[in-house]
């Protein structure tokens, strides 16, 4: 019995001593065995089911998703079709209209123009584009239906463009305004930006800069001052110090004949499970244009979009390539708007955020299991056709969805793929929820 305790006794001491051993990570792990993934196997099957069902209640006709977590691909797949009508599948390769999407990479070739010092945020647009020299503000309308204007308290600012402050009317329903603004046709894709920006400067303001937040083309008006200031045509500029560096060679304003076989379609829900095929778009992207818009028109592929997202998640570098400093980066992800800014269009709809450089940014956690689901500091938007990317820091996951579908997701889309990522509410395991 001596001997048993005595060898029972000697393998305890050795398995406490080997425990006491063990190595406990005071930090995140950097290796693929030793990293606890936030998207793991149940995670990406939760995925699965979410995406799949969607497909299968006939309101959407494709979609596709992809997601990076510290530097590994962790979640790739593709359900239904991105032409439904010739049967083609929505895959990796499939190529979308990402609408507003297209905002943050024309903030991000700002702010290249930004780094080189050509610019301050807070110097006044008309000190590059005389065009806004002369702006004046909407003040409603006399017994006559007359425009009644007032002058402008302080200028528009950089700023102001890449937070969407600067008044530009984008509304069809403000009496006399709107007429003016329709007039205008600032936006037919036949004018250069510089006629874009000649038109818009002869259309009064909605507001005082700085006062609102209202969503419109201040982004254009952005790419207008990357051309102005840079000298080269927005299209070339974007190209040149962006797209290309990144290896982005199917983000495209134009879509050449040998790849318009993947090509998505785009559909239209007119009703529960009902979907109609549109045709009005399609031409934006198979001719040339003068029109190359800061704010939409870009279309790209999953793999060139999670690109430029795992770009900034890397603090604005990728495979050895540089395309904005840290801080440059930090800067645009840091919300801009000053709480007297209290309207705020659709923005309350994406949950507790406020903006930055051209995306929204979480400022709190979802206060409602109804918010859309994410992490204090993610950074992140969308576009019109109810396509998604986000970039979150803390997790350092990036994410991007693709679906063509109008009018933007009504179907909870959006919600129900950050839900089968993160948990729904109350259940994520992260830290700062």
């Known amino acids: 019995m001596a001997m048993k305790?005595?060898?029972?006794?000697?393998?305890?001491?050795?398995?406490?001593?080997?425990?006491?051993?063990?190595?406990?990570?005071?930090?995140?792990?950097?290796?693929?065995?030793?990293?606890?993934?936030?998207?793991?196997s149940s995670v990406v099957a939760r995925i699965d089911s979410t995406l799949s069902n969607f497909v299968a209640s006939g309101n959407i006709a494709g979609v596709s998703a992809l997601i990076y977590e510290k530097d590994k691909e962790v979640y790739y797949n593709a359900f239904g079709h991105a032409d439904r009508e010739a049967q083609k599948p929505m895959s990796r390769n499939t190529i979308v209209q990402i609408y507003s999407m297209t905002?943050?990479?024309?903030?991000?070739?700002?702010?290249?123009?930004?780094?080189?010092?050509?610019f301050n945020?807070?110097?006044?647009?008309?000190?590059?584009?005389?065009?806004?020299?002369?702006?004046?503000?909407?003040?409603?309308?006399?017994?006559?239906?007359?425009?009644?204007?007032?002058?402008?308290?302080?200028?528009?600012?950089?700023?102001?463009?890449?937070?969407?402050?600067?008044?530009?009317?984008?509304?069809?329903?403000?009496?006399?305004?709107?007429?003016?603004?329709a007039k205008a046709n600032a936006m037919d894709r036949n004018n250069t930006l510089t006629q874009m920006a000649e038109k818009m400067g002869g259309v009064p303001l909605w507001f005082q800069p700085g006062t609102q937040w209202e969503y419109g083309p201040c982004v254009d008006v952005q790419a207008f001052l990357v051309e102005r200031i840079s000298g080269m045509p927005y299209g070339d500029y974007v190209r040149k110090y962006v797209l290309d560096p990144m290896e982005m060679r199917e983000t495209r304003y134009y879509i050449p004949d040998p790849d318009r076989d993947r090509f998505a379609a785009l559909y239209r829900r007119t009703g529960e499970g009902t979907l109609e095929r549109d045709t009005i778009t399609y031409s934006n992207y198979t001719e040339h244009w003068p029109l190359t818009r800061g704010?939409?028109?870009?279309?790209?592929?999953?793999?060139?979009?999670?690109?430029?997202?795992?770009?900034?998640?890397?603090?604005?570098?990728?495979?050895?390539?540089?395309?904005?400093?840290?801080?440059?980066?930090?800067?645009?992800?840091?919300?801009?708007?000053?709480?007297?800014?209290?309207?705020?269009?659709?923005?309350?709809?994406?949950?507790?955020?406020?903006?930055?450089?051209?995306?929204?940014?979480?400022?709190?956690?979802p206060a409602t299991a109804e918010e859309n689901n994410g992490v204090v500091g993610e950074f992140f938007w969308d576009g019109a056709a109810s396509t998604l990317f986000w970039v979150d820091p803390i997790n350092q996951i990036t994410a991007v969805l693709f679906v063509q579908l109008f009018p933007y997701d009504q179907i909870g889309l959006h919600k129900g793929f950050r839900d089968a990522v993160y948990g729904t509410i109350g259940e994520r395991p992260i830290e700062n929820q």
């Not at 060898?7 to 792990?29: D, H, N, Q, V």
């Not at 400093?325 to 000053?338: D, Y």
């Open 121 to 181: 945020l807070d110097d006044p647009i008309a000190k590059y584009a005389p065009e806004f020299a002369n702006m004046q503000v909407y003040n409603g309308v006399d017994a006559k239906g007359n425009i009644k204007l007032a002058p402008l308290d302080r200028p528009i600012t950089i700023r102001d463009l890449t937070r969407h402050t600067a008044g530009f009317p984008n509304r069809s329903n403000i009496p006399g305004l709107s007429d003016l603004l």
């Open 295 to 365: 704010g939409s028109g870009l279309t790209s592929t999953l793999d060139d979009y999670m690109r430029f997202a795992r770009m900034l998640v890397h603090d604005g570098s990728l495979d050895s390539v540089t395309i904005l400093k840290p801080e440059t980066v930090k800067l645009m992800a840091t919300n801009q708007l000053a709480d007297s800014i209290t309207e705020r269009n659709f923005l309350p709809s994406k949950g507790q955020v406020g903006f930055g450089i051209d995306f929204a940014v979480r400022l709190a956690p």
């Open 5 to 40: 305790e005595s060898a029972a006794f000697l393998f305890s001491s050795l398995f406490i001593f080997f425990i006491s051993c063990r190595k406990t990570p005071e930090g995140p792990a950097t290796s693929d065995t030793e990293a606890a993934f936030l998207v793991d």
């Open 103 to 118: 905002k943050p990479i024309t903030g991000t070739a700002l702010m290249t123009l930004f780094e080189q010092g050509k």
